[in-house]
């Protein structure tokens, strides 16, 4: 026979702690930090524990979705408070030509737990740094998740080499690098853009399903290919008017935009 577990109750405090975050999930799930928050809270406290064995089936039961989506919004919440408020230092110049200055300042705060996942790849140090990154990148309002991830990458490129010893040779110069491996390098640098994006645009993120209603998913999709195909028609073919021996047509480069080629006859 299984043995009993004893569940210890929830005291009057604890159980209305419990109501009072489910009515913060309940009424504004929409305000993903208030979310994040009282999720975070319940699963630490235990607060489920009268009516569930585990947080995961706690949020499959009563909320409807998975504790890895649980997991998603306690991280968003808690990124979202490190952004909150930033301490910005700025050179000035002061009498004696040096000097700098703080301030505290409170940017956009994110609108979205999605727009949160790529600073969680920093530590909580470059959060509010990133984040304000991103929302200049965004010209002072909210940023999407691709101008988020762009802030996040220049924090996590590796640092540039120390410069080279005066007794450390120099390398030669390189050489001037061709027209033709110019293009070639253009033209892959498109392609493989194009495939990150449709690869990405493919995906069906768990989330927003509801994009699937009525054809909208299928839609979104082929304007991305159509937009990538657009794209495509930039990268460089030889000019059809000279062969590759430069001309006027492609101002004696020997290549042409595919878009524009096309319009001229060998």
Known sequence: MAKQLTVKPLDSLERSTLRGHEKTIDNGCHIFIEVGAALMEIREGKLYREDHKTFKAYCENRWGFSDSRARQLIGGAEVAKNVKSVTRVTLSPGPSGGGEDSETVTPVTPASEKQTRPLAQLPEAQQGAAWLDAVALADGGQPTGTQ????????????????????????????????????????????????????????????????????????????????????????????????????????DYGFLPKLNAEGISG
């Open 148 to 251: 988020v991830q762009e802030a996040v990458n220049a924090y996590l490129e590796p640092e540039e080499e120390d410069e080279p010893d005066e007794d450390t040779p120099l390398p030669d110069e390189p050489e001037e690098e061709s027209i033709e491996n110019i293009v070639t390098n253009h033209n892959k640098a498109i392609e493989s853009f194009c495939q990150r994006v449709r690869k990405a645009a493919n995906a069906r993120p768990e989330d927003i399903a509801w994009l699937d209603d009525k054809g909208r998913w299928d839609g979104y999709f082929r304007k991305v290919c159509q937009g990538l195909d657009t794209l495509r028609s930039a990268k460089a073919v030889v000019c059809p008017a000279c062969n590759g021996d430069r001309c006027k047509q492609c101002d």
